[in-house]
């Protein structure tokens, strides 16, 4: 389902964005200028000019962006499979530890010339790629060795200016992971935002306001969207177990339910989706 290679270049506008994961896809999200607020997993990070993400196939993010105001970014999403065998033969399979290890992280650049020089890379892998004929296998290679120095300069970056999470943070900030948290550890249950505001001891309403305020999105959403992302991996993992006990073990509480969600948020049932990812292994 998914391009070993898929690159955004400074790409502008806002508009709506879901929670979301990309199987065996790794990311490298380039933040160039606007304003950005972004959440991974459980944290969340006000984004500054110059910051890089990385981030691993299963981790959950949606960026939350104010639509009256500029949202400028670079994306880089790469199979690790498509470049696993340059890495091994020039011995760089530390270049993907990051992801691997830690699943996510910002580093904080502050528009350095490391980061002016990985601008540079991506932008020639933007254009290798335009002019890229399909069935062309020196324009392959050129596009993983072009891949292969992003992820150097991407290396530099992190030792350089090391891999760092915000200070200090706003009570709205970790109230906000507090409920991210707990959703994450608790999403396969019978939530409502009762349970959630009686467990972390704090008023239905403020957890409503400030969970939208700083994520751009409802407690349901990011429950409903926790959900999704196990029903995958485990469509994927475990082949064998029937659809209804994946509905039930990931918190659906009906298979019709489960059923209609998984169509009109995947566009495939979940059937479908499971013979696609299968065949493409």
Same mark, same amino acid.
Request: hydrophobic letters at 30%; aromatic letters at 10%.
């Given at each position: 389902?998914?391009?070993?290679l898929?690159?955004?270049?400074?790409?502008?506008?806002?508009?709506?964005f879901?929670?979301?994961?990309h199987?065996e896809?790794?990311?490298?999200?380039?933040?160039h200028s606007?304003?950005?607020?972004?959440?991974?997993?459980?944290?969340?990070?006000?984004l500054?000019?110059?910051?890089?993400?990385?981030?691993?196939?299963m981790?959950?993010?949606?960026p939350?962006?104010?639509?009256?105001?500029?949202?400028?970014?670079?994306v880089?999403?790469?199979?690790?499979?498509w470049?696993?065998?340059?890495?091994l033969?020039?011995d760089?399979?530390y270049?993907l *530890?990051?992801?691997?290890?830690l699943?996510?992280?910002l580093?904080?650049?502050r528009e350095?010339?490391?980061? @002016? $020089?990985l601008? #540079?890379?991506?932008?020639r892998?933007?254009?290798?790629?335009?002019?890229?004929n399909?069935?062309d296998?020196?324009t392959e290679a050129e596009l993983?060795?072009?891949?292969i120095?992003v992820?150097?300069s991407v290396?530099?970056l992190?030792?350089i200016?090391?891999?760092?999470?915000?200070d200090r943070?706003?009570?709205k900030?970790?109230?906000?992971?507090?409920?991210a948290?707990?959703i994450?550890v608790?999403?396969m249950?019978k939530?409502?935002l009762?349970?959630?505001?009686?467990?972390?001891?704090l008023s239905k309403?403020y957890?409503s306001?400030?969970f939208? *305020?700083m994520?751009?999105?409802?407690?349901?959403?990011?429950?409903?969207?926790c959900?999704?992302?196990?029903? @995958? $991996?485990?469509? #994927?993992?475990e082949?064998?177990?029937?659809?209804?006990?994946i509905?039930?073990?990931?918190?659906?509480e009906?298979?019709?339910?489960?059923?209609?969600?998984?169509?009109?948020k995947?566009?495939?049932?979940?059937?479908?989706y499971?013979?696609?990812?299968l065949?493409?292994?």
């Open positions: 389902m998914n391009k070993p898929r690159i955004g270049y400074r790409s502008s506008g806002s508009g709506e879901d929670y979301h994961s199987p896809q790794y990311e490298i999200y380039f933040f606007g304003s950005c607020r972004y959440l991974i997993h459980n944290q969340i990070f006000d500054e000019p110059g910051d890089l993400l990385l981030m691993d196939g981790t959950l993010h949606k939350n962006v104010n639509p009256n105001k500029e949202y400028v970014r670079s880089i999403h790469f199979s690790p499979q470049i696993k065998s340059i890495l033969e020039i760089s399979m270049l *530890e990051v992801f691997k290890k699943h996510h992280c580093i904080r650049t350095n010339d490391e980061s @002016k $020089y601008e #540079e890379v991506i932008q892998l933007v254009k290798r790629k335009r002019a890229a399909q069935n296998a020196i993983k060795v072009l891949l120095q992820l150097i290396y530099h992190g030792q200016d090391s891999i760092k999470l915000p943070k706003s009570d900030f970790e109230h906000s992971e507090k409920i948290e707990y994450q608790n999403y249950n939530l409502s009762n349970d959630i505001a009686k467990e972390l001891s309403s957890v306001h400030v939208k *305020e994520t751009g999105y409802t407690v349901m959403e990011y429950v409903m969207g959900r999704l992302t196990q029903v @995958k $991996y485990l469509l #994927e993992m082949s064998h177990k029937p659809l209804k006990d509905a039930y073990e990931c918190g659906f009906s298979v019709s339910h489960f059923s209609r969600f998984f169509r009109e995947v566009g495939v049932t979940a059937k479908q499971r013979h696609i990812r065949n493409n292994k």
